[in-house]
C-alpha cells in the first residue's frame, strides 16, 4: 500500500510541476528534477528512502523504452536522404565530446580526486555520457520559435542520432570498466570478452526484433495489441540480457534500429509510445532520478561538475565545425551548430542510472549519477538559450 500511496503522490506533484514549470520559465526536465530533489529523501523527505529499492522497475522499463526510441532515430532511409554532412557532423561532434571528456578528465583526475586505480575507468565512462544531447529541448525550442530551414532541419538530425553514438560509448566503456575492475588487468583474452559481450548482445537485440516483427504481423488487424507485444519484446530482451550479464542498453538499442529498419508498422508502435506512454515513464523516470541525488557529496565535487561541462562544450563545438567544415556545410552550420548541442538530460542521466546496478560499480556509481544530474540541470538551463540564439543567428527563426 505504500508502494501505490507515494507513487500517487509523485503524479499528482509531477503533473501540477509541469503546469508551473513553463511558467516560472523551466523547462519540464529541470523541473521533474527538482521535485525529485525537494520532495526526496535529501530535502523534505515526503518520499522515504526505502520507497527508492522498490522502484528498480520503473527505472528498467524507461531505461529499455529511451534505448529503443533512440535506435529508430537511425532508420536508413532517413539517414541517406541527410546525406554525408550529417552522418560527418553527428560522429565528429559526439566523437570529439567522448576524448575531449575522457582524456581531459583523466589529465585531471589528481586535481579532481578520483581514485588513482579507478581514474582512467572514471574519465571514460564520463566520455561515453558525453556524446549525448537532448532531442527533446531542441525540439521544443525549434518549435517555440517556429524555426524552419536548412540549418533547422541539420540541428534536429544531428541530435537525433548522437544518443546512439553515447549508447555505443558508454557500452564500450562499461565492459571495459567491468574488465578492469573485475581482473584488474587488460589482455587479449580480456579483449576477446568485451567484443562477445557486444557481439551477444547485438544478436540478443536482432533476435528481439524480429520476433517482434513476426508477432506485429499476427496483430496487424489490432494496432494496439501490436503495440502491446512489441512493448513486451522490448521488457523481454531487456531482461535476459541483463539476466545474461550482457550489455541491456546495446541489445534495446540494436533491436530499436532494427525494428524501424525492417518494420513499416513499427512507426505506429513509436506514435503509441509518444502519445500514451512517454509522458508518464519520463516523468517518473526524472522525478525518480533526482532522489538519488547526494547533496552532501554533490558539494565536494563542483570542480567535476565545470570540468565535464566545458570538455563536452569544447569537443561538441570543436566536432561539430570539423564535421561540417570537412563536407563544406553553410557558413551558418559551421558557425553556429556546436552551440545547439550543448543540452543533456534522459540518456544521459540513464546511462548513468544504469550504473547503479552494475556489480563491480558500486564505489563509483554514485559519483557519476551525481555529476550528471547536477549537469543536467546546467545543461537544461543554459541550453535553450544557446538553441534560440543560434536560430536567431541562422535566420531562420519566425518569432523575434
Known sequence: MQTLFYMGIIFVLGAFMEWLSPKVGLSKVVGYLLLGLVIGPEI??????????????????????????VGAN???????????????????????AFLFVSIGLYLLSGFLGFPTEQSLIISILFGGLASATAPATTIAVVDEL???????????????????????????????????????????????????????????GMTGAFISVMLDKLFAHHKGMETISTIGMIFIVFSLSS???????????????????ISSDFEVVEKEIDNHLEEIIFMLFFILSAMYLDLSSLLTMPF????????????????AWLGSKMTKADKSVQTYLGLGLFPQAGVAIGLALSLQDQSGFESIAPLILNVIIATTVIHEF???????????????????
Open 382 to 400: 543554459v541550453g535553450p538559450i544557446f538553441i534560440k540564439y543560434i536560430l536567431r543567428k541562422s535566420g531562420e527563426s519566425k518569432v523575434g
Open 146 to 204: 517556429k524555426a524552419k530551414g536548412n540549418f533547422t532541419s541539420t540541428l534536429l538530425a544531428v541530435v537525433a542520432s548522437d544518443d546512439a553514438l553515447a549508447l555505443i560509448f558508454f557500452t564500450f566503456a562499461l565492459t571495459l570498466g567491468s574488465i578492469f575492475l573485475g581482473n584488474g588487468d587488460f589482455s587479449f583474452t580480456s579483449l576477446l570478452d568485451m567484443f562477445s559481450i557486444i557481439t551477444l548482445s547485438t544478436v540478443v
Open 243 to 261: 539476466y545474461w550479464q550482457l550489455e541491456p542498453l546495446l541489445a534495446t538499442l540494436v533491436m530499436g534500429v532494427v525494428m524501424t529498419n
Open 44 to 69: 523534505l523527505g515526503i518520499i522515504p528512502e526505502h520507497f527508492m529499492q522498490d522502484t528498480h522497475i520503473i527505472i528498467d522499463l524507461a531505461l529499455s523504452l529511451i534505448a529503443v526510441l
Open 304 to 319: 567535476v561538475i565545470f570540468a565535464y561541462i566545458m570538455f563536452r562544450f569544447l569537443g561538441k563545438i570543436c566536432g
Open 74 to 96: 537511425l532508420k536508413y532511409s532517413t539517414l541517406k536522404g541527410m546525406g554525408k554532412q550529417i552522418v560527418s557532423i553527428t560522429f565528429f561532434e559526439a566523437t570529439f
